[in-house]
């Protein structure tokens, strides 16, 4: 529920949501943050931005596509917005595979 309140913009259900004591520790996944970043509206300038970003390695080196926008997508975007004041949050990663407990994992 807290997934579609996000995407349709639907602040409060999202306050609801929060004042029922939703953990976001346990909500925001990297799975989830992926998901609501994939799923929004393809009109705002926010989710251009990112496509384009994701257009630039829709393919790695081994030929495997990569699906959509990536949280190192939106580090990227952050960073260039913010410059100097932000930190990359996400690692651009060589393995688009997450482990059941929703972690990235990166081979080297």
Known sequence: MMTTALIENKPALVQLILDHHLDLN???TWDN???IYNS???RKLTRNMLMELAKKDMLL???KKVPGIQLHHVATALKG???EFTEPLYPRLKVYRTT???KPTVKE
């Open 100 to 102: 059941p407990e929703s």
């Open 33 to 35: 943050l992926t998901l």
């Open 26 to 28: 346990v909500f925001l």
């Open 40 to 42: 929004t509206d393809p």
């Open 61 to 63: 080196p081994s030929g």
């Open 81 to 83: 917005l913010l410059g």
